[in-house]
């Protein structure tokens, strides 16, 4: 197995990571717009945390709310931080995988002179 190639199989695998990370990000987000839409139907007067309302009370649909919230918080910020990383680790094979190419290229074209030369 040549290095260009393990270089465009990681690559690819970055790619697929990256597209991942991706539905992490939206299911986070629709977790997220989920929890708030509960919250907000099923209390009167929800307190307020920043941009997420709460409203804790013994009946399961305040911690439903909050649980939906809260995972989608979590499941968005994840997704944003791996598909940035995804994205420069492929950017760095991508880097690596260009230069081997141009130095296959050179390579080559040394090789050819010196025929070309004979003939």
Known sequence: MLFSEYLHEKAEESRHNETVSYQLITIGAILFV???LETVITTQNPEWFLIIPYHL???PYSLLGLSLTATGITLFI???ILSVHYARERGWYMQQLHKSHSLEEQKVRTE???QNRQK
């Open 112 to 114: 050819k002179k010196p």
């Open 78 to 80: 994840i997704g944003v």
């Open 57 to 59: 009370t013994p009946h």
């Open 34 to 36: 989920g929890g708030l």
